[in-house]
């Protein structure tokens, strides 16, 4: 008897180590699955965002020569909400000198670097811009910095865009290039609901 319960004291003290480890892995486990429910669930960034959806008229400014006039067309937009309110969706389309333009956004809300990532393609190139930024409360902005190609000379040129949130019914999206050195805007596009 004597041997059989030191035998089975000695198991169980060679096994806490393990019981240890195996609540340890639980409590992290726990904690992991923690975090990864707040980086997945909507929050407050994408309630903002939903606010955006609808139907839109745009008014389309377009400079070519940062001292001149723009040139002005006018389109329209359709925004939703996708993948359970996680990231928006914006289809727009008008004319851009005199020709059709088809174009759209995808934008979501990174809850674990607390950043807006943005990609813009259209039927007017065959590229892809992408563009990260935060929230600006001051402003009621979304402030983001961007790259894209120049088919010109084929290297990559940043650009900044501005969202303001003028309004529900009102949002303005500023675009400002690099021109020698100097920040100027190069396109405006006005959303009216």
Same mark, same amino acid.
């Given at each position: 008897? $004597?041997?059989?319960? %030191?035998?089975?004291? *000695?198991?169980?003290?060679?096994?806490?180590?393990?019981?240890?480890?195996?609540?340890?892995?639980?409590? /992290?486990?726990?904690?992991?699955?923690?975090?990864? &429910?707040?980086?997945?669930?909507?929050?407050?960034?994408?309630?903002?965002?939903?606010?955006?959806?609808?139907?839109?008229?745009?008014?389309?400014?377009?400079?070519?020569?940062?001292?001149?006039?723009?040139? *002005? /067309?006018?389109?329209?937009?359709?925004?939703?909400?996708?993948?359970? =309110?996680?990231?928006?969706?914006?289809?727009?389309?008008?004319?851009?000198?005199?020709?059709?333009?088809?174009?759209?956004?995808?934008?979501? $809300?990174?809850?674990?670097?607390?950043?807006?990532?943005?990609?813009?393609?259209?039927?007017?190139? /065959?590229? &892809?811009?992408?563009?990260?930024?935060? $929230?600006?409360?001051?402003?009621?902005?979304?402030?983001?910095? =961007?790259?894209?190609?120049?088919?010109? /000379?084929?290297?990559?040129?940043?650009?900044?865009?501005?969202?303001?949130?003028?309004?529900?019914?009102?949002?303005?999206?500023?675009? $400002?290039?690099? %021109?020698?050195?100097?920040? *100027?805007?190069?396109?405006?596009?006005?959303?009216?609901?």
């Amino acid at each position: 008897m $004597y041997k059989f319960t %030191n035998s089975l004291f *000695v198991i169980l003290l060679l096994l806490s180590p393990y019981k240890f480890l195996i609540a340890q892995q639980e409590d /992290t486990q726990a904690e992991q699955m923690k975090i990864w &429910t707040a980086y997945m669930t909507p929050g407050p960034m994408h309630e903002m965002m939903a606010k955006s959806v609808g139907d839109w008229k745009t008014i389309n400014r377009y400079w070519m020569d940062p001292s001149g006039d723009p040139m *002005v /067309t006018e389109g329209t937009a359709k925004t939703e909400m996708i993948m359970g =309110g996680r990231y928006q969706t914006t289809k727009t389309s008008g004319t851009v000198m005199g020709m059709p333009m088809e174009g759209m956004s995808l934008i979501g $809300y990174d809850n674990a670097t607390g950043e807006f990532t943005e990609i813009w393609i259209d039927n007017l190139g /065959t590229g &892809t811009s992408v563009a990260k930024g935060t $929230y600006d409360e001051n402003t009621n902005s979304i402030n983001m910095d =961007g790259t894209m190609v120049d088919p010109m /000379t084929k290297s990559e040129m940043k650009f900044k865009q501005v969202t303001k949130f003028l309004d529900d019914n009102h949002q303005i999206i500023e675009m $400002y290039m690099d %021109n020698n050195g100097q920040e *100027v805007k190069s396109m405006e596009i006005e959303f009216i609901r």
